[in-house]
């Protein structure tokens, strides 16, 4: 019967979207059409992603972003992309992305929605084909529609989201994202230009054998965190590090795993970004029956002060994250 069908594997992300609105009666739709536009930014990012090579359009692009990286044209084109496609939209009235300092106002007056958004997280990988991704929070403006756009709009602590997802451009490219009632992945056919239902109410497994930290910076690491890693060790679990947040994301989640990026003597408060990367991420792995901290406390409940503040993340299986509280906690114990 239909009520099966936005569940059975094979189901266009259109109509998945459309039976889940027909779900929440009082839905107006917008948050439909909002996810529709994410999805069509999607395709066209995917298809300048496989094309980075043969376009010359990999290499730096010579300005830096707020993270002080070089832009490489893929991230100025994948933040044009979304950018323009969310105004098109007109169900945005703002929009703040690692690629722009400022607040993007989009002058939909009518928007009631907002978007923290990475256009391409882990874009130093273009140039040696490993892949990369998008991560993208939904929030409601809190200040009145058509009102000018306050920075109450934007910093609001990851429980506020309204929806969030990530797509990951990797041997195949996939879309998975939660509206708050459990997490759905699709996979982009190419040849019919479709995302279909592939991962129907995705589930982390509670434990897991793989932990992914970049031990290079691990001198600099706290005495709880090594004693952690060294756990993990002694129990011979895979260390797997990808230097794509996304791509080891999406494996622990599917697999089992924890990944960490604590705060490092380069990086005091950690090198992720809480609006726009840690939140979404926390968000889909909650729904998922994961965990996300930032060492002490819930991702969810931080409340930004910054726009583009940072965040020490650990992320992954309910266990793993909880045990590596327990070696990390007694850090911030003061003595
Ligand atoms: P490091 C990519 O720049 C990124 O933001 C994440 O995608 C990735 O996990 C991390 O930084 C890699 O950082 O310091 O280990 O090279």
Redesign the pocket.
Known sequence: NDSSLAYSVGVTLDRFIKKKQDDFPFASGELSQLLRDIALATKIVNRETNRAGLANIGGAFGQTNVQGEEQQKLDVIANIRFTRALTKGGEVCAVVSEEDDEVIDLQNSSGKYVVAIDPL??S?NIDVNISIGTIFSIYRRVTPVGSPIQLEDIMQPGSKQVAAGYVLYGSSTMLVYTTGCGVNGFTYEQSLGEFFLSHPEMKAPEDGKIFSV?EGASKTFSKGLNAYLDTCKSREYSARYI???VA?FHRNLLKGGIYI?PETAKNPEG??RLLYEANALAFIAEQAGAAATDGSQRILDIQPTSLHQRTPLYIGSKKMVEEAMSFVGKDNVVA
């Open positions: 997280d882990g130093s970049n230097g794509s947040l080891d990026y090198k992720l």
